[in-house]
Every structure is written in C-alpha cells, then in structure tokens.
C-alpha cells in the first residue's frame, strides 16, 4: 500500500512516545509506502477528486528516527490507499480547511479520521454526546453561570478551553477562591468566549484512562498518573503510564462509544476516563500506542494497519 502521513516536521518526532511513529514503523515492517506531507501543503483543483494533491516525500527509519528520504512527488491523494491525519491539536483553522480540501477523496480512498467526523466532533463537545457517561458538565461564556456551577457540584470544579490540548489551559476553580474570577475571566475571554466545566472528580489523583479505539473496538488502556501536587495526568506535562485494564462499567460505556465512533468515521480514538467517567474524546491525533505496546509486549500499531489493509482489500 501506499499511504500518507498529514503531519507535523519529522524533525520534532520523539520516536518512543509518538503514535504516528509507530505507524509508520508498522507500515514499513509489513512492506508498505509511507509519505509526508504538512498540513497547509494539501492543494485542490476544480475538476473532481484527482484534483486533490499534495507534494510528499517518501518516509524512512534511519538509526532510529524518522527521515525523509528523495525529492517531493506530487501525488494524486484519491490514488493513495489511505490518507492518516495526524496533525498535533489544535484544531484550528488550517486544520478544518485541510478536512474540507480531503472532502474531495473520501469516497476514493480511506481518510482516518474521516474529514466529516473530525470537523463534526470537538474533543470536549464530543463527550456531551454521551449523557449517561459523562461528569456533570457546563459549557458556558457566562461568568456568572460558572461560578454557580462551582456551587452547584460541591465548590469545586475543572475548567479549560474547548481548543486546548495535552493538559493546556486546564485550571481547577474552587469557591472562595481569591483567583477563582481570574481564571474564569481568562478562559473566557472576559466573558466572550465558550469555556468548559466539569465537576471535579477526586479520581483523578489515581489517574486517568486513556482508551485506544480501532473502528470503535478497544485496542487497550494505559493508565496517566499525574506528578505530584498536579492536576492533569496528560504525559505531555510530566505524567507517568501505568498498565491497566477495563473494569465491567469501563466496557459497557467503550461499547456504547464505540459504535457512534465507528458510524461517524472516527477510525482510531483515544478516550479519557476519570473514575469511569468519560470525559474527552480525542480525535485529532490520539496518542498512547508507544506506551499501550509496551505493556502489552507486542507492537499493537501493527493491527492498525492491517486493518487498514483489510478495509482496502474489501473495497
């Protein structure tokens, strides 16, 4: 096969931790054709699906590392047989024309995730899909409605932005707290800007659940445990990975996720729970199958791609 990589510079790649890493390095080992392009590099053309381009290089492991390899081709992506969006948060603007330029190929070829899907589904807004799953939650720019939403589930809450990612902008807000409106007004914009709230779950202090999702079947879990003193457990600010497993409730709501992910296109999906909560649904570019394949003992990006190798076949 061949497939392309819309991602970050290869240069910032840390080959042990990046999940895209370990899809390149899986589609390699099984014989396959693996490209780079960066997001803003995608082109189209008036003219149908052919008119989808972009100019990629071919992608190598050299000691170790990723490398790219010979001059940029441009390639007709509706050729392609798979197409991984795997652009690092946030979803901004380049991010959602990208998904519209890949509307053009995505009944040519297999897009993970799938343009529509990712557009339709903010990691945080996501969540709220999921009523029965979820920690009581508040969207809101109205400071005052947050502040009585503090109140309103025992005085202390989480608040963060709906664009961040990898633990940014998360800040706890407790009442009678002396910055407690400063940091409203700042996740809000002074009141101009859509923030999210949650109900703080003392569960988090044990960590939380990362679930790796493939075609909305779980993949398996690794469990973030935040530093001391801290109160986010994403790895990328300091928090450790431990093995875990999926209790019996864990299950039932993965399988109830699962088959929306699935009906919207959202391929492979990373969500976080808290005390059994469900409280964001990564889409983007879910991370965790570096760690995921250590504890197992077996290289679990292999069964991403062939899944992928099914798909095509089967079309």
Not at 202 to 226: C, F, H, N, S, T
Request: with cysteine.
């Amino acid at each position: 096969m061949r497939l392309l990589f819309v991602m970050d510079p290869v240069e910032g790649i840390v080959p042990e931790k990046d999940t895209s890493f370990g899809f390149i390095e899986a589609a390699l080992a099984l014989g396959h054709e693996c490209l780079h392009c960066l997001i803003h590099a995608l082109e189209r053309r008036s003219g149908g699906a052919s008119s989808v381009t972009a100019p990629a290089r071919r992608l190598a492991i050299v000691a170790g590392r990723l490398e790219l390899v010979g001059a940029a081709e441009r390639v007709e992506v509706s050729t392609l047989d798979a197409v991984f969006i795997r652009k690092d948060p946030p979803f901004d603007a380049a991010y959602a024309y990208a998904t519209q330029l890949l509307e053009g190929v995505r009944s040519q070829t297999l897009v993970v995730n799938d343009p529509r899907g990712l557009r339709d589904a903010n990691e945080k807004l996501y969540a709220l899909e999921f009523p029965r799953w979820t920690p009581r939650t508040l969207v809101s720019a109205d400071r005052d409605a947050l502040h009585g939403f503090v109140a309103e589930v025992g005085g202390r809450a989480v608040i963060k932005p709906l664009s961040g990612a990898g633990g940014f902008g998360v800040l706890s807000v407790s009442e009678g707290d002396s910055n407690a409106r400063a940091i409203v007004d700042l996740l809000t914009n002074e009141g101009k800007q859509l923030a999210v709230i949650q109900e703080y779950l003392p569960a988090v202090a044990r960590g939380d659940k990362r679930v790796l999702l493939l075609d909305g079947e779980p993949l398996g879990a690794i469990l973030r445990v935040p530093a001391r003193g801290e109160l986010r457990a994403n790895i990328h600010v300091g928090g450790s990975v431990e093995p875990t497993d999926l209790d019996a409730h864990e299950r039932a709501l993965v399988s109830d996720v699962g088959a929306r992910l699935r009906a919207d296109g959202l391929y492979f999906v990373g969500l976080d729970l808290i005390g059994g909560k469900l409280t964001e649904v990564n889409v983007t570019s879910p991370t965790g199958i570096r760690e995921l394949s250590t504890f197992l003992g077996r290289r679990v990006s292999d069964e991403v791609i062939r899944w992928v190798e099914r798909r095509r076949a089967a079309d």
